[in-house]
Nanobody
Framework: QVQLVESGGGLVQAGGSLRLSCAAS????????MGWFRQAPGKEREFVAGISGSGIGTYYTASVKGRFAISRDNGKNTVYLQMNSLKPEDTAVYYC?????????????WGQGTPVTVSS
């Protein structure tokens, strides 16, 4: 089993920044690819960003490319999502998860998420 604890969300004005953190424990280690997902009200959960176990490979959905940056600290088993130039359409609950390194498909274990609200 995998335990995931997301934090760092909040209310921010459009154009602002937030840094999300995800602490992972359990059946995961530094070789596991990790990803961030989000679910906006009334919408399905979607992939936002992914990072390889080494941290060298990073992947982004088109809508956040150039604004968001995913990183990890394997010594702390923590993954980060730096979000800049936030837009109202980024408003969602953000989740992290262990993912398949090729498909970015998430595991079935989810944390509670951290809400992000971007006001216009």
């Amino acid at each position: 089993q995998v335990q995931l604890v997301e934090s760092g969300g909040g209310l921010v004005q459009a154009g602002g920044s937030l840094r999300l953190s995800c602490a992972a424990s359990g059946r995961t280690d530094s070789s596991s690819a990790m990803g961030w997902f989000r679910q906006a009200p009334g919408k399905e959960r979607e992939f936002v960003a992914g990072i390889s176990g080494s941290g060298i490979g990073t992947y982004y959905t088109a809508s956040v490319k150039g604004r968001f940056a995913i990183s990890r600290d394997n010594g702390k088993n923590t993954v980060y999502l730096q979000m800049n130039s936030l837009k109202p359409e980024d408003t969602a609950v953000y989740y992290c998860n262990v993912v398949n390194g090729v498909t970015m498909r998430p595991s079935r274990y989810w944390g509670q998420g951290t809400p992000v609200t971007v006001s216009s």
